[in-house]
Nanobody, 121 residues
């Protein structure tokens, strides 16, 4: 397992942008972003392969969010554009021990502490 630390959350108006970062303490394979709104289950947002070549997104964020990573800096990013109030949630980064691009929480064995994103209407 590696230690993951998210940053970049905050309060933004609808239509605005934020960029989240996730710094890892060591090398990682597949990495992903999940989010959990108040009273709801944690849900998949996006993931990225170890090389950064393969990415996938939840339908709800496709075309608005972009996931990327800089392996030299051991950091993953989530650029969020055209934010909507329904994007309000705690965002978590996660890392898997293999490069299988898991879609579910069980596929990841390292998690960050989460960063709050609040989008006002």
């Amino acid at each position: 397992q590696v230690q993951l630390v998210e940053s970049g959350g905050g309060l933004v108006q609808a239509g605005g942008s934020l960029r989240l970062s996730c710094a890892a303490s060591g090398r990682t394979a597949s990495m992903g972003w999940f989010r959990q709104a108040l009273g709801k289950e944690r849900e998949f947002v996006a993931h990225i392969s170890q090389s950064g070549v393969i990415t996938n997104y939840a339908n709800s964020v496709k075309g608005r969010f972009a996931i990327s990573r800089d392996n030299a800096k051991k950091t993953m990013y989530l650029q969020m554009n055209n934010l909507k109030p329904e994007d309000t949630a705690v965002y978590y980064c996660a890392a898997a021990s293999a490069d299988g691009l898991p879609l579910t929480r069980s596929g990841y064995n390292s998690w960050g502490q989460g960063t709050q994103v609040t989008v006002s209407s």
